[in-house]
Every structure is written in structure tokens, then in C-alpha cells.
Nanobody, 116 residues
Framework: QVQLVESGGGLVQAGGSLRLSCAASGSTFSITSMGWYRQAPGKPRDLVATITESTGNTEYADSVKGRFTISRDNAKNTLNLQMTFLKPEDTAVYYC?????????WGKGTLVTVSS
């Protein structure tokens, strides 16, 4: 089992920045990849960015490339998402994800609201 707790969401003006963090606990040694997803009202949950544990390889949704950066602090068992040049369309609940042997674990999410 892996437990995930997100933090760092809030209200920011367009063009601003926010940093999200996800604290992982439990069987973190078994995690193969972690990522951030987001869900806007009335829309499905979409991938934002992922990072592979073994290689550190990252992938981003086209909509956030060049603006968001995902990183992992293994010593602290945290996953971060640095978000810059935020746009109103980035408004969503952001969820932390951990993938462990064919099973997904999710946090409860943190709300990011970008005002125009």
C-alpha cells in the first residue's frame, strides 16, 4: 500500500507560479513511476506529467510543456510539480499518482485556481 498526500494548491493570478508537493508513505520502495494528473469540472482526469523511478525520465502533456516541471526527492519521498506561467485553463484539482505493479494509488487532490 502507498499513501499519497498533496499540498500546495491555491488561488493564483494568470502568469503566476505555484509549487505542488506530494508526500508518499507506505511501500514507497515498490513504486515504479509517479505522476500528476488533473481534473477540471465536467471533464475527465488527464495526465499532466510523469516521472519514472528507475531512469528519472519525464513526460509532459503538450499543454504544459515548457511551463511545468516534475521532480522527485527520493530522500524525502516527495513528488513535486513546479508550475509557471499559469493560465486560467490550468484550473483543476491536481492529483498525485503512484504506479505499483499494475496498481494505481491516488491522493485526494489539491485545488489549483488560476484567475484571469
Amino acid at each position: 500500500q502507498v499513501q499519497l498526500v498533496e499540498s500546495g494548491g491555491g488561488l493564483v493570478q494568470a502568469g503566476g507560479s505555484l509549487r505542488l508537493s506530494c508526500a508518499a508513505s507506505g511501500s514507497t520502495f515498490s513504486i515504479t513511476s509517479m505522476g500528476w494528473y488533473r481534473q477540471a469540472p465536467g471533464k475527465p482526469r488527464d495526465l499532466v506529467a510523469t516521472i519514472t523511478e528507475s531512469t528519472g525520465n519525464t513526460e509532459y502533456a503538450d499543454s504544459v510543456k515548457g511551463r511545468f516541471t516534475i521532480s522527485r526527492d527520493n530522500a524525502k519521498n516527495t513528488l513535486n510539480l513546479q508550475m509557471t506561467f499559469l493560465k486560467p485553463e490550468d484550473t483543476a484539482v491536481y492529483y498525485c499518482n503512484a504506479y505499483v505493479k499494475y496498481r494505481d494509488f491516488w491522493g485526494k487532490g489539491t485545488l489549483v485556481t488560476v484567475s484571469s
